[in-house]
């Protein structure tokens, strides 16, 4: 089996739980100050997080392994700005993560504030997510990280019997 690129098939999940979070959080927070849900619903909201930074752990894992075949083909400063992007969504994730899991044991008074700042820090990690994905997709598409993965000599791009047919 050859040494297919496994980030970019793991590090959607992250990503995509991240950029439900927000919402959840924000949902969580209105429900629990409301009175319509325990505090204890916020251990939803810990274990989506949870899925964020666990995710996001492997996928930096997996980077760093197609990083090895990618940097000689398109140079170590595009793969560095991704892999800077990524850490810092990452290292904001787990801060996140820290912050979810407090709501479930803050004083009462203090859990709609706490619960604001959870939910902003939850839009801040989808934000950066977006930009570490833009990155990630900047490497394929415009620098052409993909050849490092095709196994045709010159590493030319693969070509589709009749993909560039006109069709009626």
Request: zero cysteines; charged letters at 15%.
């Amino acid at each position: 089996m050859p040494n297919l690129p496994l980030h970019p098939a793991i590090v959607h999940l992250p990503l995509g739980v991240a950029f439900v979070v927000p919402f959840v959080a924000a949902a969580l927070a209105w429900a629990v100050w409301r009175g319509r849900l325990p505090r204890a619903s916020f251990a939803l909201l810990t274990a989506l997080q949870a899925i964020v930074v666990a995710g996001g752990l492997v996928a930096v894992q997996l980077g760093e392994r197609d990083a090895k075949r990618v940097e000689p083909l398109i140079g170590e400063a595009a793969v560095e700005v991704h892999e800077e992007r990524a850490e810092l969504f990452l290292w904001a994730a787990g801060a996140v993560l820290v912050g979810a899991a407090a709501l479930l044991v803050v004083p009462k008074g203090r859990a709609p504030a706490a619960a604001a700042v959870v939910t902003a820090g939850a839009v801040a990690v989808a934000l950066l997510g977006a930009r570490a994905g833009e990155a990630g997709g900047e490497l394929v598409y415009r620098h052409g990280a993909a050849a490092a993965f095709q196994e045709r000599a010159g590493r030319e791009a693969a070509v589709i019997p009749g993909a560039h047919e006109e069709r009626d």
